[in-house]
């Protein structure tokens, strides 16, 4: 059982950056897909959950959603077992929870929230001044 550990989260002003990691408590994140999404303020538990980064095993494959292309980027670091997600230019809308969430395959649905067996508990972000 692969249990993902996001970190990372806090509060931070408009226009400001963060990096958020995503790790696991005992097994090898290295062979797994690795997907970020988010969620909204007070949405319900497991809904409304937007794909924004993904990266494949090697590192040669990396997804973002449209909207967020230029102000976020993904990677991992095989020797940490980690992966991360840099976000850049934060915005008050930019607040929620993000999540990673971990697949043995790559697959260009890689946004379906069902796809995806393993899953952190989140890290949360506030962008507020």
């Known amino acids: 059982q692969l249990q993902l550990v996001e970190s990372g989260g806090g509060l931070v002003q408009p226009g400001g950056s963060l990096t958020l990691s995503c790790t696991t408590s005992?097994?090898?994140?290295?062979?797994?897909?690795v997907t970020w999404f988010r969620q909204a303020p007070g949405r319900a538990p497991g809904k409304d959950l937007q794909?924004?980064?993904?990266?494949?095993?090697?590192?040669?494959?990396?997804q973002y959603a449209e909207s967020l292309k230029g102000r976020i980027s993904i990677s991992r670091d095989s020797a940490k077992n980690t992966v991360y997600l840099q976000m850049d230019a934060l915005q008050p809308e930019d607040t929620g929870t993000y999540y990673c969430?971990?697949?043995?395959?790559?697959?260009?649905?890689?946004?379906?929230?069902?796809?995806?067996?393993?899953w952190g508990m989140g890290t949360q972000v506030t962008v507020s001044s």
């Open positions: 969430a971990a697949h043995s395959y790559y697959t260009s649905a890689w946004a379906m929230v069902t796809y995806y067996s393993f």
């Open positions: 005992r097994s090898s994140l290295n062979s797994y897909v």
């Open positions: 794909g924004i980064a993904v990266i494949n095993v090697s590192g040669g494959v990396r």
